[in-house]
């Protein structure tokens, strides 16, 4: 069944028979809906500068216009290394309202990783800051090939158009384009930690049920402001009639961030959500924690991409004393999966796994999304059993949320998406398990497990017995000849030999005591 064709954004959902762009502009016309931060040379002093709905929907507006006279057509697929900011969102809207697919992938992967990335997708275009145009230099073949090639900046770059120019402020918007619900809407590279990069394919109707869950079950709220500190939620967050603030940050170095400027511009500006990894959250709340400062105007805070200690829950509690934290637990083929409230982890008690291993708990499943554990061997199989409560195995999804397939890589999709009449099952790859009362607990990558011919171990709960320690910053767990072996980060980067042996004798007595 074809999906109405709306004006603008229309890979998103149509609220009151308008596209998101144009249902926010009515709704909220003088919302700031980006404001770009940045810090002078030398100065500790922010310059803000904010754009309204109404204003960005006449932007996105004028770059469909551009684009559609640049030949852009319905399908096509055009390669994003935008930074984040007004021109992210305009470009990103504009390009998926002409039909096309805005392809997304990080750079901070490197570069020969984004080049990769660039060739399995298969563009007609090209849109990116001005240093990412130097990518020329590593695939002249592929630039050559495209139709159409566009910077995003104040700065030419030869033989590209200038974002700016792509189209004058236009009376009304474009000819509306019709697309089906499950046709491809963007496609976003994984980061490649795990493995090699693969391009996640978002469907229209996979987007339309995401967008649901942000306003249903995480509560965004349209006229709040957002400060995402992974960027490309600001994609989600815009299309509900939120606000984004994007401070300084280098998407290729994301923990290079200065926190002292981050907490500088949430105070001045009284966002009411962020979004970002536990490893950011961690750096910002030990920063307000050593400077004696608080973030109350937060009301909600989501941590997702890692595993959440309690110690990190902790310390975003206290720097945030009026906002409840969240710990969503997914991937990008699946976002997200369960989602848990820091209050209801501290309420209840985590329960073991059978084999005596505490995983990290992260909450229920969402509704709409089907959870289960299965023995790893029966999905290697392309069959799926599950394993008892309380006993580690495999996670698998399924769901709207959930993709069914990676761009142009068929043995990838094969591998990790397991059908089931005509329900699809995806591979998460992490392994867990769960409770009676449906939480579920993570227990690490599967690719990180250690196996002796004893017993497995699992990285989560071996690292969360060591990560206790009182002067260890985070270990990894790995295997050296077959054995398993700990890996330590200490807080303190000058520890003498002396204090260097006490440490690894506390924590060798530490693995002893832990069954």
Request: aromatic share 6%.
């Amino acid at each position: 069944m074809a999906a109405p064709p709306c004006r603008s954004w229309s890979a998103l959902p149509a609220a009151n028979g308008k596209a998101p762009a144009r249902a926010a502009a009515a709704a909220t016309p003088w919302v700031s809906a980006v404001t770009k931060v940045s810090f002078p040379r030398l100065s500790r002093t922010p310059r803000y500068e904010a754009i309204t709905f109404a204003a960005l929907a006449a932007r996105i507006s004028a770059y469909e216009s551009g684009l559609a006279a640049a030949g852009l057509r319905a399908a096509e697929r055009v390669i994003m290394l935008v930074t984040p900011g007004v021109d992210f969102l305009a470009l990103s809207y504009a390009v998926m309202g002409r039909g096309a697919v805005p392809v997304f992938i990080d750079p901070g992967m490197g570069v020969d990783a984004v080049v990769a990335c660039m060739r399995e997708a298969e563009p007609s275009g090209f849109i990116g800051v001005p240093k990412a145009h130097l990518l020329r230099l590593r695939a002249a073949e592929l630039f050559r090939s495209l139709r159409f090639r566009v910077v995003a900046g104040r700065l030419p770059v030869f033989g590209a158009t200038r974002a700016r120019d792509l189209g004058q402020p236009a009376a009304g918007p474009p000819d509306p384009v019709s697309r089906q619900a499950d046709d491809a809407a963007l496609v976003a590279f994984t980061s490649g930690a795990t493995g090699r990069p693969k391009g996640v394919v978002f469907t229209n109707r996979m987007l339309a049920e995401q967008l649901a869950v942000f306003r249903g079950q995480f509560g965004f709220r349209r006229g709040d402001q957002d400060l995402p500190l992974l960027p490309v939620f600001s994609l989600f967050t815009a299309a509900l009639g939120v606000g984004s603030i994007f401070p300084p940050l280098d998407p290729s170095r994301p923990l290079a961030l200065d926190p002292a400027q981050v907490v500088r511009v949430m105070r001045d500006l009284g966002n009411q959500t962020s979004f970002g990894s536990p490893t950011l959250w961690s750096q910002l709340a030990e920063y307000c924690r050593r400077t004696g400062t608080s973030l109350p105007q937060l009301r909600r805070v989501f941590m997702a991409g890692a595993p959440v200690s309690q110690a990190t829950l902790d310390l975003v509690s206290a720097a945030c004393p009026e906002a409840e934290s969240f710990t969503p637990y997914g991937a990008t083929e699946a976002l997200p999966v369960t989602v848990a409230a820091a209050a209801d982890l501290r309420q209840d008690p985590p329960l073991l796994a059978l084999s005596g291993e505490q995983g990290t708990p992260v909450g229920r499943a969402i509704a709409g999304v089907s959870l289960r554990v299965v023995d790893p061997v029966s999905a290697n199989n392309a069959t799926l059993v599950d394993v008892p409560q309380r006993v580690i195995g495999e996670i698998v999804v399924s769901g709207v949320t959930v993709s069914r397939e990676y761009l142009a890589r068929p043995e990838a999709t094969a591998a990790s998406k397991v059908r089931d009449g005509d329900r699809i099952w995806h591979r998460m790859g992490d392994m867990g398990y769960l409770d009676g009362s449906g939480q579920l607990y993570f227990c690490g990558r599967r690719a990180h497990l250690v196996a002796t011919p004893e017993r497995v171990f699992h990285s989560v709960p071996v690292e969360n017995v060591f990560n206790r320690h009182l002067h260890v910053c985070r270990t990894a767990l790995v295997g050296v000849g077959g054995q398993p072996a700990l890996v330590v980060e200490p807080r303190s980067r000058t520890l003498g030999a002396e204090a260097r042996q006490r440490l690894a004798g506390e924590l060798r007595a530490l693995g002893v005591g832990d069954p």
